[in-house]
């Protein structure tokens, strides 16, 4: 009885410990190495959460020179030498998709202004008329804004 007793205790004090974390992080850059850096950050930062046994609510809001990335096309749209960079920063994307607390956005005005076609943006990603407002609803939904600029 003893050992169920603390059994239950420690796992009442894992419970406690553990945070949520609710974020959003806004990604504009035009530097692909950078983009591909920050992609891999979100990804590393997210296995910590999960390591820790906290529980995260995930955004990626993604415009301006970040819109590549999210294009089947890439390689017609950014310079030879960045294509590395986005093909991997791309990668992390993917990986990022899979997860059940991640939502992925792009700006359609920002994939206009990068000549990528709707039809060309990888299926998992949702298209916004404007990512500045969905960022705004984030924030007063108690989301924590992280921006890659």
């Given at each position: 009885?003893?050992?169920?007793?603390l059994?239950?205790?420690?796992?009442?004090?894992?419970?406690?410990?553990?945070?949520?974390?609710?974020?959003?992080?806004?990604?504009?850059?035009n530097?692909?190495?950078?983009?591909?850096?920050?992609?891999?950050?979100?990804?590393?930062?997210?296995?910590?959460?999960?390591?820790?046994?906290?529980?995260?609510?995930?955004?990626?809001?993604?415009?301006?020179?970040?819109?590549?990335?999210v294009?089947?096309?890439?390689?017609m749209?950014?310079?030879?030498?960045?294509?590395?960079?986005?093909?991997?920063?791309?990668?992390?994307?993917i990986?990022?998709?899979?997860?059940?607390?991640?939502?992925?956005?792009?700006?359609?005005?920002?994939?206009?202004?990068n000549a990528?076609?709707?039809s060309?943006?990888?299926?998992f990603?949702?298209?916004?008329?404007?990512?500045?407002l969905?960022?705004?609803?984030?924030?007063?939904?108690?989301?924590?804004?992280m921006?890659f600029?």
């Amino acid at each position: 009885m003893k050992s169920f007793i603390l059994l239950i205790f420690v796992l009442l004090i894992t419970a406690l410990q553990a945070k949520e974390y609710k974020v959003i992080y806004d990604c504009s850059s035009n530097e692909a190495r950078y983009i591909k850096s920050r992609m891999w950050l979100v990804k590393k930062t997210m296995n910590m959460m999960q390591e820790n046994n906290d529980t995260s609510s995930v955004v990626l809001t993604l415009h301006g020179g970040c819109v590549s990335m999210v294009s089947k096309n890439y390689k017609m749209i950014v310079p030879d030498e960045d294509v590395q960079n986005i093909k991997k920063a791309q990668k992390y994307l993917i990986a990022l998709s899979k997860r059940k607390n991640v939502e992925i956005i792009v700006c359609a005005m920002s994939l206009a202004s990068n000549a990528i076609e709707k039809s060309e943006v990888l299926p998992f990603v949702q298209i916004s008329k404007n990512s500045f407002l969905d960022t705004i609803k984030y924030q007063n939904e108690g989301y924590a804004i992280m921006t890659f600029k």
